[in-house]
């Protein structure tokens, strides 16, 4: 969700992970993804598509083991229970891309979702996080 260059689909999809299906709202995301994923050889192996997360299904027809979320924060918390929809019972739910001092009110969203939190890693100003359902 949030695909932006497709680094995430990509590297899903060269750890094994299948199907990858990833969407941004963003067109030129989407040619930049698609291109990405040509130049590491994964283009077979990604669906990338033009979709707005907030025009989706209230409630998620297919569930996926692993979501990797790259939204800024507004959107991770505004749409916490559609991107919940989407989760498999023992999914992992991966957060990337919110602000250090953002990330405080993002996680209790998630938590008060029924997520526990399973790892946090920083890089300078960024905070990004793994949760399953408890």
Same mark, same amino acid.
Do not use: H, M
């Given at each position: 969700m949030g695909t932006g260059s497709g680094i995430l689909a990509i590297a899903a999809a060269k750890l094994g992970y299948h199907p990858v299906h990833a969407f941004d709202h963003d067109p030129t995301a989407i040619r930049v993804a698609n291109a990405n994923a040509l130049q590491n050889h994964a283009e077979g192996l990604i669906r990338f598509n033009h979709k707005d997360l907030s025009r989706m299904p209230a409630h998620a027809h297919r569930k996926f083991h692993l979501i990797c979320a790259n939204l800024v924060c507004d959107l991770l918390i505004e749409? *916490? #229970?559609? &991107?919940?929809?989407?989760? @498999? +019972?023992? $999914? &992992?739910?991966?957060?990337a891309g919110t602000v250090?001092?953002?990330?405080? @009110?993002? /996680? *209790?969203?998630? #938590? /008060?979702? $029924?997520?526990?939190?399973? @790892? &946090?890693?920083?890089?300078?100003?960024?905070? *990004? /996080? /793994?949760?399953? +359902?408890?």
């Open positions: 749409q *916490s #229970k559609r &991107i919940l929809s989407f989760l @498999e +019972p023992n $999914g &992992i739910l991966v957060l250090v001092d953002q990330f405080p @009110e993002v /996680a *209790s969203v998630y #938590k /008060a979702g $029924g997520l526990k939190l399973l @790892e &946090i890693r920083t890089t300078k100003e960024w905070q *990004s /996080a /793994a949760f399953t +359902p408890r």
